[in-house]
């Protein structure tokens, strides 16, 4: 079995910082991509950021310049760090991971259970 432990939401004031971390634990032989997601009231969930094992990044243009994911493959953790926070970034933050295990013998995507994150003065 594979868990994706998300941790660091919180209530912060516009303009205020947070950083979420999401750790992979379980009979993991790989990880592939990473990358975090969220999903507001009434809406889809949607893409933030994402991370390759080798590092490239990819951003929602409305994160770009604000967000920053990064990972630590040696702790199988990915992180996003979020300054200049807005009312809109309101939302409940997904961690996702592309893992090969013992187990399933091919990459299958999982998923975190979800950090709340809520901008409000």
């Known amino acids: 079995q594979v868990q994706l432990v998300e941790s660091g939401g919180g209530l912060v004031q516009p303009g205020g910082s947070l950083r979420l971390s999401c750790a992979a634990s379980?009979?993991?032989?790989?990880?592939?991509?990473m990358g975090w997601y969220r999903q507001a009231p009434g809406k889809q969930r949607e893409l933030v950021a994402t991370?390759?094992?080798?590092?490239?990044?990819n951003y929602a243009d409305s994160v770009k310049g604000r967000f920053t994911i990064s990972r630590d493959n040696a702790k199988n953790t990915v992180y996003l760090q979020m300054n200049s926070l807005k009312p809109e970034d309101t939302a409940v933050y997904y961690c996702?991971?592309?893992?090969?295990?013992?187990?399933?013998?091919?990459?299958?995507?999982?998923w975190g259970q979800g950090t709340q994150v809520t901008v409000s003065s």
């Open positions: 379980g009979s993991i032989v790989s990880i592939n991509a």
């Open positions: 996702n991971a592309n893992i090969y295990t013992h187990r399933t013998l091919r990459y299958r995507d999982y």
């Open positions: 991370i390759t094992s080798g590092g490239s990044t």
